[in-house]
């Protein structure tokens, strides 16, 4: 599974903002330190360091900064007030996977990724390149107009789903007619004919669960697809809206490509299961006892969710 820094960085920032909204933050390295000791931690964490995903305190700044540890370690001034879009702004751009030191600010349109300065000149110089900033705006673009084909289908769900209600409906009330015609029947007929009317009862009860459990397990499946299908459509928007460009340019591609893949999705033909119709009937005999009584007619009928 590829590394997604942005749902990385998203989380971390959640993480820190939800803690910040409890109140105080005491600095972790202290908290290492005095754990070991048993005494009670109650320095004051002012910053936080993107890279190490520390509270210090500005004692413990003071030592960190001095050290020349490899990547960038932003330091971002602890506020209980700032909102998580706010923190997210000022988590630094992503770094290089192979140069933590390097930030990610050119794109390989042969490779379809993001690189640093130090990456494009040992690797991707003879490939189609372009400024990251440049491109992203590009790609993001292309993610709204997938993300608005992909709403069609979400349409596309939620009519075929009224549609199933409808058959669903046309169905029960189909049995209810139909028990009314059969008990009608068997009170005209009374204890010779009792036997037969039990029989058909069942029959048709049976068919009733199979048609309903049936068309719920259509309907479920429908419904997590649309579910599916809405949750990535929120994941692009947070990824075009709350993402820098390095998060977009580097996120795209695989996004674009998934999308393509939904979009080539058609209920008619892609569902697990097959959505059939049982056409319910009964019909008065003129022979036999069954004749007499009738004979349940259960007819089970493939639809095609062919409506686009």
């Not at 192979?98 to 990724?113: A, G, P, T």
């Not at 939904?262 to 569902?271: E, M, N």
Request: net charge negative; hydrophobic share 35%; with cysteine.
């Amino acid at each position: 599974m590829p590394k997604n820094s942005f749902v990385e960085k998203l989380l971390a920032v959640k993480k820190l903002s939800s803690t910040l909204s409890e109140g105080e933050l005491v600095c972790d390295v202290c908290c290492d330190e005095e754990e070991k000791s048993g005494k009670k931690v109650t320095k004051k964490a002012t910053v936080y360091c993107a890279d190490c995903r520390r509270n210090m305190c500005d004692l413990c700044c003071s030592h960190h900064q001095k050290f020349r540890f490899p990547g960038v370690h932003k330091l971002i001034d602890l506020n209980s007030e700032m909102s998580v879009d706010e923190l997210l702004l000022k988590f630094p751009e992503n770094v290089c996977d192979k140069h933590s030191d390097k930030h990610l600010e050119i794109y390989c349109f042969d490779c379809r990724v993001a690189v640093c300065m130090m990456c494009y000149i040992k690797s991707h110089n003879s490939h189609k390149c372009s400024d990251i900033q440049e491109v992203a705006e590009d790609l993001s673009k292309d993610m709204s107009v997938n993300a608005e084909n992909l709403m069609a289908k979400v349409s596309e769900c939620e009519t075929v789903l009224k549609d199933i209600e409808e058959n669903e409906n046309k169905f029960c009330n189909s049995v209810a007619k139909t028990e009314k015609l059969i008990c009608d029947r068997a009170d005209k007929l009374k204890q010779l004919i009792e036997q037969h009317k039990q029989s058909l009862l069942e029959q048709l009860s049976v068919s009733k669960d199979r048609q309903l459990k049936h068309t719920a397990n259509v309907r479920e499946e429908i419904e997590r697809h649309q579910i599916m299908l809405e949750n990535f459509i929120r994941y692009c928007n947070e990824v075009k809206e709350k993402g820098t460009a390095c998060d977009i340019a580097k996120l795209a591609g695989d996004l674009n490509a998934r999308s393509k893949e939904l979009q080539q999705f058609d209920l008619s033909t892609d569902l697990p299961v097959d959505y059939d119709v049982t056409e319910v009937k009964f019909s008065l005999p003129q022979t036999d006892l069954k004749c007499l009584f009738g004979n349940l007619a259960l007819e089970v009928q493939g639809v095609y969710l062919t409506y686009f």
